[in-house]
């Protein structure tokens, strides 16, 4: 007898937190925060200038979140226990750092969006703002790469996919 649809989705999602809270747990065990007060207390500054960034990237298209998500979260994990535990049970910063760490990718559909913004973004700004011949250029170029480095970044369909999804 099949389940019906609303439970297989309820289930896959009971495996996503159970995932999610086994990958805090070995994260509880790896952190290794440093003994130096004052490193510790410039690594949680430093983390909660880099999550401020990472915010401000949800809203603003040529500014990324994930990277200095990540870095907030590594600033966390060698500054704080507790903040590290805080950042990765946010919903939406603690489901990047949880995936990255996981599984070294990031969302498919992360990816897309970020692609999209990346040509949208720096399309618009090659094409329109800049008067001068050669900052168009540069604008074009830097949008190549950072195009070209988000796309390299692997992914998975899902976060809440088993370990059978592949990567690409």
Do not use: Y
């Not at 065990?29 to 999550?51: A, H, K, Y």
């Amino acid at each position: 007898m099949q389940r019906p649809r609303n439970a297989a989705v309820l289930s896959r999602r009971a495996r996503g937190v159970e995932r999610a809270e086994a990958i805090l747990q070995k994260a509880k065990s790896d952190i290794r925060v440093t003994g130096n007060p004052i490193v510790r207390w410039v690594l949680v500054l430093l983390g909660f200038v880099f999550l401020a960034v990472g915010a401000i990237g949800v809203f603003v298209p040529l500014l990324p979140t994930t990277p200095f998500v990540l870095v907030a979260g590594a600033c966390f994990l060698r500054g704080s226990r507790k903040l590290n535990v805080w950042l990765l049970r946010t919903r939406f910063f603690g489901r990047i750092i949880r995936e990255w760490r996981a599984h070294q990718t990031i969302p498919r559909r992360a990816k897309r969006i970020a692609l999209v913004l990346i040509v949208l973004s720096f399309g618009s700004s090659a094409a329109f703002f800049d008067p001068i011949p050669f900052v168009r250029v540069l604008v074009a170029v830097l949008g190549v790469i950072a195009f070209v480095l988000v796309s390299r970044i692997p992914t998975r369909a899902s976060p809440l996919e088993g370990d059978q999804a592949g990567s690409g």
